[in-house]
C-alpha cells in the first residue's frame, strides 16, 4: 500500500499539485483508520490529506481512478467471466431473431436497445452490463499501445449512436404539451443520465488501460495541465471553459485586495475622546488606548485592456476579469483600445451577460482609429486628453493588458506617466514571454519605467501571483524625471 | 437522542458518525463523515471550505451537538488579534491591584498581576483550557490577514498556546477544532498543511431532496424533488449569486406557506425572488426558464 500511495504522491505532483512530506505522512497515517476495501472511504483519506485546493480536486479524482478504484478483475480471469455471463444474461433479451451472439459482432443493435430501456427505466444492473459489453465488444481496445483511450471512447459512443439514443429517450420522457419548466427539466435529466453513461464508458475503459498497462504508465498519457496552468494564448475550448469558471472568483479576490488600503499594520491614529473615556473606568489612567479605525477604502479600478488581434485570447480573458469585477464592485472603469480607446463601463455590470457584453465593444466601442493595429502610444494619448481627468484619482489604481507590441508606432511614454503619476498606482500585465519582450516592435521597456510592476500573466498561476502581491502596499518607485 | 460520547467516540464507523449527525438534523453525504470520522481519529483540525450557505458552520453545530461538546466560537473578521482570539490581561483588575496595595514590594505584586486570575480568555485559550472536551469553531478563516493565521498554527498542530508571563497551556483536553473559508483569498500553506481539507459543494438533487424533506418535514416528497431540480438547473445558470441551501429550504417554506401542492411555471416565478438575492438575477433565470 505505501508503494502505491508514493507512485500516487508523485504522480499528483507530476501534475502540480503540490504535496509535502507532511501531508504524505498524514496521508500514511489515515490509510490505518479506514477500510482499504472502501473506495469512498479511501479517496476521502487521501483527498483530505493531500489536496489542499477544490480546483485541484478534478485532477486528484482522475490519478485517483486510475491508481485506486480500478484494479478490476483482469481479462479472462474466472471473475471477469462470471461478470460477462450475467451481464449477457441481462443482455438476451434484447437480442434480435438471428444476431450473432460472441463478441466479434460489429453490429450494436441489441446493445443501443438494451441501453435506451436502461436509461429510460433507471435500471442500474443493465446499464453496467451494456457499458461492460459495448466496452468488449466495440471499444476494439489493442493491448500495449500508449494511448488514453479518447479514441476508444469515440469509438464505443459512435457505435451505441448515443445521439439517436438522447433523441429517442427525449421523445419517450418529454412531455410536448408541457409546460416549458417542465420540459427543461426533462432536458435536463437526459443529460444528466447520458453524462453517467459517458463516465461509466470512459472508467470502463481506464479500468482495461490500468490492467493492460500499470498505472503509472496510464496516468501519464492522460495527464493534463492544471487549470491554473493552462497557457491562456493556446487554450484549447475545453480548457477555457474551466479557466472561465476559476476566474469569477478570483476577479472578485483581485478587487478586494486592491481594495484593502493599508489596513493592517497601521491601526489609524489615537481617538484622543475615546481613550479617554475608557480611562474613566481605570482611575484616569489611560491604559487602553483607543485608535481610529482606518475606514478601507472602496476599490478604484481602472483597466486598459487591448483588444487587437494578436492578443484576442488574452483580451477574451482580461475582459472576464473586468467582467467579474464589474459584477462585485461599481467603481471600475473599463476602457478597450486598439489603436484608439473607448469606455466600455456601460457594457458591464451586475447582471449583463458576458457574450453580449463582448458583442457590444465589438460592434459599438470606437476603438479603431485608423488601421486597426495597435497603437499604444495614441490610444494612451487619447486616454490622457479624454478620460484621465474624470476616471482617475490619487486613489485609483490602474492596470494596464497588453503585449505592448505597437506596431513600430511612437510609443508616446509621456502620456503614459501622465496617467502614472496621477494614480495610485499602475501595473501592467503582459501575456506575452519575459523573453519576448523588448524584442521587434515591443515597448515593453519604453513603458516599463512608468510602472509599479510590469507581471508576465499567461495562466491564471501567474494571475493569482499578481493577485496576492497588488496588495502590498508598495513604496512606489523612483521615476525618472525626463 | 443519540449521542456519540467521547467513549464511543473511540470505536464509531464514519456510518455511526453519519447516523449522529442525522440526528441532529444534518444530513452528511458520505465524504462528510469519512472526513469527520478521520479527523477524530488523527486528532486533526478540518479546513470546511465551500460556497456561502452550503452548510459549513452547521456541520460544526451538528457535530458539537452529535458529541454532546460545548461548541466555541471565533468569528473571523479582519482586524482580528491576539486580544481577541487569544487572551488579554485584565488591565483594570491589575490597575486595581496595584493601587489597593501600595506598600507591597513591586516584585510581588509583579508576580500576582501576571497570574491566571488576571487573565481574560478569549475563544482560542477558553477552548484549549476547557476540562471538557469541546468543539472549537474558527469561522471564516479567509477573513482575517495572512499575518493572523499565524496565531493559530500553534493551536492547529499542537494544542497549546504559549503566554510569555505564565509560559506554555498545553489543551487539558483536546478539542475538536473544524475552521471554515468562503475561499475568498489563499490561506498559507502552513494552515493547510496542518488541517484535514473538506470542500463541500452544493449538494446533489437526491441529499437537497433529502434535506429538505428533514428541515421541513411538512413537504410533499414530490414537491421536494422537482423544487430541488429547479434549484440544480437555476445553479448551472451563469448568474451572480447561486442560490444557496439555505435559501431553497426558505423557498419550501414559502411554497408552504402558499400552498403550492405541484410547481409549474407561475409557481417559481412568483417566488423567484425567495431564491435569487438580485434583481438582475431573477430576471435573467426567468427569461431563461420561460425558454427564451
Redesign the interface.
Known amino acids: 500500500m505505501l508503494g502505491i500511495l508514493t507512485g500516487f504522491v508523485e504522480e499528483l505532483r507530476e501534475v502540480g499539485i503540490?504535496v509535502?512530506m507532511?501531508?504524505t505522512i498524514?496521508a500514511a497515517?489515515?490509510l490505518e483508520?479506514?477500510d482499504l476495501g472502501s473506495r469512498?472511504?479511501l479517496?476521502?483519506?487521501l483527498?483530505?490529506?493531500l489536496?489542499?485546493?477544490?480546483r485541484h480536486?478534478r485532477a486528484f479524482e482522475a490519478a485517483f481512478e486510475v491508481f485506486f478504484s480500478l484494479t478490476g478483475p483482469v481479462a479472462g480471469s474466472d471473475e471477469m467471466e462470471a461478470r460477462r455471463e450475467a451481464a449477457m444474461a441481462l443482455l438476451s433479451g434484447f437480442r434480435g431473431g438471428g444476431g450473432g451472439g460472441g463478441g466479434d459482432s460489429e453490429d450494436a443493435s441489441d446493445l443501443v436497445a438494451a441501453l435506451l430501456r436502461s436509461l429510460r427505466d433507471r435500471d442500474e444492473p443493465l446499464l453496467q452490463a451494456v457499458v461492460r459489453t459495448a466496452v468488449d465488444r466495440l471499444a476494439g481496445i489493442e493491448p500495449g499501445r500508449p494511448v488514453g483511450g479518447a479514441y476508444y471512447m469515440y469509438r464505443v459512443m459512435r457505435r451505441l449512436q448515443i445521439d439517436d439514443v438522447e433523441q429517442e429517450l427525449l421523445n419517450a420522457l418529454l412531455d410536448v404539451d408541457a409546460?416549458?419548466?417542465?420540459?427543461?427539466?426533462v432536458v435536463?435529466?437526459v443529460q444528466r443520465r447520458l453524462e453517467q453513461v459517458r463516465e461509466m464508458v470512459r472508467s470502463e475503459i481506464r479500468a482495461r488501460l490500468v490492467a493492460d498497462r500499470g498505472p503509472r504508465a496510464v496516468a501519464r498519457t492522460l495527464r493534463r495541465p492544471l487549470v491554473e496552468d493552462v497557457d491562456l494564448s493556446a487554450a484549447t475550448r475545453d480548457e477555457l471553459v474551466e479557466v472561465e469558471r476559476v476566474i469569477h472568483?478570483l476577479s472578485?479576490?483581485l478587487a478586494?485586495?486592491l481594495s484593502?488600503r493599508r489596513?493592517?499594520g497601521a491601526r489609524g491614529r489615537l481617538d484622543v475622546r475615546r481613550t479617554m473615556r475608557a480611562a474613566l473606568?481605570?482611575?484616569g489612567?489611560p491604559?487602553?488606548p483607543r485608535f481610529r479605525?482606518p475606514r478601507?477604502g472602496k476599490p478604484e479600478i481602472v483597466l486598459l485592456c487591448d483588444i487587437s488581434g494578436s492578443v484576442a485570447t488574452f483580451a477574451r480573458f482580461t475582459m472576464q476579469i473586468v467582467y467579474g469585477i464589474a459584477?462585485q464592485f461599481s467603481r471600475v472603469r473599463s476602457y478597450a483600445f486598439i489603436d484608439s480607446i473607448d469606455e466600455v463601463t456601460g457594457f458591464f455590470g451586475?447582471?449583463?451577460?458576458?457574450a453580449e457584453a463582448m458583442r457590444r465593444i465589438g460592434t459599438e466601442a470606437e476603438v479603431v482609429w485608423l488601421d486597426g493595429h495597435s497603437d499604444y502610444g495614441n490610444a494612451f494619448g487619447r486616454f490622457r486628453d479624454a478620460f484621465l481627468d474624470e476616471a482617475v484619482t490619487s486613489r485609483s489604481t490602474v492596470i494596464v493588458t497588453g503585449d505592448a507590441r505597437s506596431n513600430y508606432h511612437d510609443p508616446n511614454a509621456a502620456a503614459l506617466r501622465a496617467i502614472a503619476r496621477r494614480a495610485r498606482s499602475l501595473f501592467w500585465l503582459n501575456p506575452e514571454p519575459n523573453r519576448y519582450w523588448d524584442t521587434g516592435d515591443s515597448l515593453m521597456g519604453v513603458y516599463a519605467p512608468w510602472c509599479d510592476a510590469v507581471y508576465e500573466v499567461r495562466s491564471i498561476r501567474q494571475l493569482?501571483r499578481f493577485v496576492?502581491r497588488a496588495a502590498v502596499p508598495t513604496v512606489r518607485p523612483q521615476r525618472p524625471l525626463a | 437522542m443519540p449521542l456519540l460520547h467521547s467513549a464511543a467516540m473511540t470505536s464509531a464507523t464514519?456510518g455511526d458518525i453519519a447516523d449522529a449527525l442525522r440526528a441532529q438534523g444534518y444530513l452528511p453525504d458520505?465524504?462528510i463523515a469519512?472526513?469527520v470520522?478521520?479527523a477524530e481519529?488523527?486528532d486533526?483540525p478540518?479546513?470546511v471550505?465551500?460556497p456561502a450557505g452550503v452548510g459549513k458552520t452547521e456541520l460544526a453545530k451538528a457535530l458539537a451537538a452529535a458529541l454532546g461538546r460545548r461548541l466555541i466560537r471565533l468569528q473571523c473578521y479582519?482586524?482580528l488579534d491576539e486580544a481577541k482570539a487569544l487572551y488579554e490581561w485584565n488591565?483594570?483588575k491589575q490597575?486595581l491591584r496595584i493601587?489597593a496595595d501600595e506598600q507591597a514590594a513591586w516584585s510581588e505584586i509583579e508576580e500576582d498581576i501576571f497570574s491566571e486570575p488576571f487573565l481574560l480568555t478569549r475563544p482560542l485559550l477558553e477552548a484549549i483550557r476547557s476540562v471538557d472536551p469541546v468543539v472549537l469553531l474558527i469561522d471564516e478563516i479567509d477573513r482575517v490577514?495572512m499575518?493572523t493565521e499565524a496565531l493559530l498554527l500553534e493551536i492547529l498542530s499542537d494544542f497549546q498556546v504559549s503566554i510569555p508571563e505564565l509560559g506554555t497551556i498545553k489543551a487539558v483536553s483536546r478539542p475538536m477544532v473544524v475552521l471554515t473559508s468562503n475561499?475568498?483569498?489563499?490561506l498559507s500553506?502552513a494552515l493547510?498543511?496542518r488541517?484535514?481539507?473538506?470542500?463541500i459543494?452544493y449538494p446533489t438533487i437526491e441529499r437537497e431532496t433529502e434535506i429538505l424533506l428533514t428541515r421541513v418535514p411538512e413537504l410533499p416528497e414530490s414537491l421536494a424533488e422537482?423544487m430541488s431540480?429547479?434549484v440544480?438547473?437555476i445553479r448551472?445558470e451563469?448568474?451572480?449569486k447561486p442560490p444557496s441551501v439555505s435559501e431553497s429550504l426558505d423557498w419550501a417554506r414559502t411554497l408552504l406557506a402558499l400552498g403550492v401542492e405541484r410547481?409549474?411555471?407561475d409557481a417559481?416565478n412568483d417566488t423567484l425572488h425567495v431564491l435569487l438575492k438580485?434583481?438582475?438575477?431573477v430576471?435573467?433565470v426567468a427569461a431563461s426558464?420561460?425558454?427564451d
Open positions: 503540490p509535502s507532511v501531508e498524514d497515517r489515515a483508520h479506514v469512498s472511504g479517496k476521502a483519506a483527498g483530505s490529506t489536496v489542499k485546493n477544490a480536486h409546460p416549458s419548466l417542465e420540459r427543461r427539466l435536463e435529466e472568483p472578485r479576490r478586494t485586495r484593502q489596513r493592517r473606568s481605570t482611575g489612567v491604559a487602553d479605525r478601507p459584477a451586475p447582471g449583463v451577460d458576458f493569482e496576492e | 464514519p458520505e465524504r469519512q472526513v470520522f478521520l481519529r488523527l486533526k478540518i479546513l471550505e465551500g479582519e482586524g488591565y483594570r490597575l493601587q490577514e499575518e475561499n475568498t483569498r489563499e500553506e493547510k498543511r488541517c484535514l481539507f473538506l470542500h459543494a422537482s431540480r429547479v440544480a438547473s448551472s451563469p448568474i451572480r410547481l409549474d411555471d417559481v438580485y434583481q438582475s438575477d430576471e435573467k426558464l420561460a425558454g
